[in-house]
């Protein structure tokens, strides 16, 4: 009777190397999804950064007239200066004016 107390105290080999198996099935599974997932999450962020640097693109173009050369020409200057290099004055003026000349935006043509 003590022999049989004392072989049902753990497992056997045999039970953990099944639960082990198993185990590494589950993962082999979740492995590629997971990758999967990771990659659609950053390429989201990707799109996103680029839509922002589209959108700043458009506004400096429609202050200053043309295109940023580079990403500091999008962002505040380091000096505190307003100038082309400088983001901080985003109102169109150009838009606000051909608004008040008669043209319609397509908001107001879809209305």
């Known amino acids: 009777m003590f022999n049989l107390q004392r072989r049902r105290r753990g497992f056997s080999l045999i039970e953990l190397l099944i639960v082990i ?9 979740a492995l590629p999804r997971l990758s999967r997932a990771r990659m659609y999450s950053q390429e989201t962020a990707a799109i996103a950064a680029i839509r922002t640097i589209h959108t700043a693109q ?15 020409e999008l962002g505040p200057p380091t000096s505190g200066a307003a100038g082309p290099a400088a983001a901080d ?23």
Do not use: D, H, M
């Open 21 to 29: 198996a198993i185990i590494l099935i589950i993962i082999t599974i």
């Open 58 to 72: 458009v506004q400096y173009y429609s202050q200053f007239g043309k295109y940023a050369a580079s990403l500091t």
């Open 89 to 111: 004055n985003f109102a169109p003026t150009r838009r606000a004016r051909s608004r008040r000349s008669g043209r319609s935006s397509r908001r107001e043509r879809r209305a």
